[in-house]
């Protein structure tokens, strides 16, 4: 039985692209070949240029030292000479001969001092043409991380746009300038999608809750609902509001993360007393007292986010407080060019060891996860973060007796 015949294989694919020409590594135009080109053949023209001046030098003190010093003069035998006079004290052949050698000497000492002089001279010019020459050579060179520096600048003041499009020879700093493009391009992808999805969640999330809200609120206005009922609709009220908290808390977060673009002058005087102002009636309910002064602080920032650190500040420093003579510290200056706001209060006492995890979301004193009508524990998360976005700090230090000191510093 006769077998047929395989198909023919398809030849391979060829591995280099036709339409691209291709290069030789060692031919690419490297910053390493172009500086070893640049500063090889700088040092090769100022060695020619030395060696070219030393031999004119050396040229010119030869004949220098050639030249006649001394003449015969008169009917007898009379030595005269300018550069050797010990020549005139010549009276025999054998003192002629020692002050011709030491005229010599003389001459030729005479000529080389004066070599090395101009060398020196002509040395130092060199290195100073040489130092001008390379310093406006390297800062050609360096020019392109100029540019690539201030993207990066303008890209960490929340401007993602911005590119560095680097033209010239393909170089390591041209590849260098592509891939920070390329990351630029997926970074800005990133943070349009984060904000697409804080927006549509802002409405998805918020949209239920107020329907809920809104229910509950309708059906707790009936008077012949029943008691039980009636007790009902106000715990899921209680938990949906605590969940529009949490809700809002999330989101703000996530807003407060990136950097301020807009930014206004804000006064965190003013900040703090409309905190305070807000939070009085329920420190009268707890019976705390409310202390400190306030002078101007103006910041540039965002006022809302300002007034959210100053509030949730103050508002842990009423709830987190003694049963009773509590009281609560807020006072704004300005130190070492900082607007600074600080809230102390009295209260439990806080170790040490626990006040970074007081700053982490969910997380609160000596509890894990969320559980106690006191908040939904992003207050300082979202201090924290609000301040890193307007290019500051926040600080927690435990106080002598109980309580906290809560600390902002934020530029001026």
Partial sequence: ????????????????????????????????????????????????????????????????????????????????????????AA????????????????????????????????????????????????????TPLGRITRTARAVAGSDLSRRIELDGPDDELKELADTLDDMLERLQRAFTAQQRFVGNASHELRTPLAINRTLLEVHLSDPAAPPELQ??????????????QLVEGLLLLARSDNQIVE?????????????????????????????????????????????????????????YNVPEDGWVEVTTEVQHGQAVLVVSNTGPVVPAYEIDNLFEPFRRLRTERTGSDKGVGLGLSIARSVARAHGGHISAQPREGGGLVMRVALPI
């Fill in 231 to 244: 007790q009902l609709g106000k715990t899921l009220l209680a938990t949906n509001e605590r969940s529009e």
């Fill in 1 to 88: 039985m006769a077998t047929t015949p395989a198909p023919p294989k398809a030849p391979p694919k060829p591995t280099w692209d036709p339409r691209k020409p291709q290069q030789l590594p060692w031919l690419r135009p490297t910053i390493r070949i172009r500086l070893t080109l640049l500063y090889g053949g700088m040092f090769l023209i100022a060695g020619i240029l030395l060696l070219s001046i030393i031999y004119l030098l050396a040229a010119q003190a030869i004949r220098g030292g050639n030249n006649q010093s001394f003449q015969i003069s008169g009917s007898g035998i009379s030595f005269t000479s300018e550069t050797c006079p010990v020549l005139n």
């Fill in 263 to 319: 930014r206004k002058p804000v006064d965190l005087a003013e900040v703090a007393t409309q905190a305070v102002d807000q939070t009085h009636a329920e420190a009268e309910a707890k019976g705390v007292e409310f202390r400190g002064k306030r002078d101007p602080a103006v910041v540039q920032g965002n006022g809302v986010l300002l007034e959210r650190i100053a509030l949730n500040l103050v508002q842990n420093a009423v709830r």
């Fill in 91 to 142: 009276t025999n052949d054998d003192q002629l001969n020692a002050a011709l050698k030491a005229c010599n000497d003389a001459l030729r000492q005479h000529a080389l001092d004066d070599l090395l002089s101009r060398s020196l001279l002509t040395l130092l010019g060199l290195a100073v043409i040489a130092f001008a020459f390379g310093y406006a050579m390297a800062g050609r060179v360096l």
